[in-house]
């Protein structure tokens, strides 16, 4: 797991600070948690392929959490991305990307899903085979979660040469990793 602060200071973008933005690799992912100004400056100072990116996190609605997101997104645009981009927020959060694409003619050439988020309870927001996220309902003057990323537990490698030993039925391989108890 390798977290990346993009940026972290104030509501004001800084000379040397930028608002609220954060990369988090995790399990072959690459997941972006807000998206303040300078997100994509940032972005490319770190390093980091904007095509890894398939899913972004806007806590809440104050500018300095998403003020950057309509440019990350214009800029996919330009690049020609044909990945589907995932953005969970709160509600309120689509109507604002899309106004934007609307007014300034600029649609994506790649589909743009949004999850939109209402729930005042904790709720699983994304699941696949390794990792699971889940929201955290956080008291703010606006609607705001953060985020809770889990690993799952991975398949145990098994010691072959501890199995050959105790002379188990390969047929009981698949239960030894899954944590079955075999005598």
């Known amino acids: 797991m390798k977290l990346t602060i993009l940026g972290c200071h104030s509501a004001t973008p800084r000379t040397n600070t930028n608002p609220t933005s954060q990369v988090l690799e995790i399990k072959n992912h690459m997941f972006l948690i807000d998206c303040g100004e300078g997100t994509q400056v940032e972005l490319r ?12 996190f806007i806590s809440h609605l104050h500018g300095d959490h998403y003020f950057g997101l309509i440019g ?24 604002i990307i899309t106004l934007q694409l609307k007014l300034s003619d600029s649609w994506t050439n790649y589909p743009l899903i949004f999850h939109e988020l209402t729930s005042k309870k904790s709720e699983l927001i994304f699941e696949d085979e ?20 889990k690993e799952k537990e991975n398949e145990r ?7 050959l030993k105790a002379n188990i039925n390969v047929a009981y391989y698949r239960k030894l990793k899954q944590g079955a108890d075999v005598v």
Not at 157 to 163: E, H, Q
């Open 72 to 95: 990350l997104v214009s800029t996919f645009r330009l690049l020609t991305r044909e990945t589907p981009l995932h953005i969970y927020g709160p509600k309120g959060l689509k109507e």
């Open 130 to 149: 390794k990792i699971e996220v889940v929201t955290i309902p956080l008291k703010h003057r606006v609607y705001t979660n953060g985020f809770l990323f």
């Open 157 to 163: 490698k098994l010691n072959i040469g501890a199995v």
């Open 45 to 56: 100072r770190n390093r980091i392929k904007f095509s890894r990116i398939k899913h972004i």
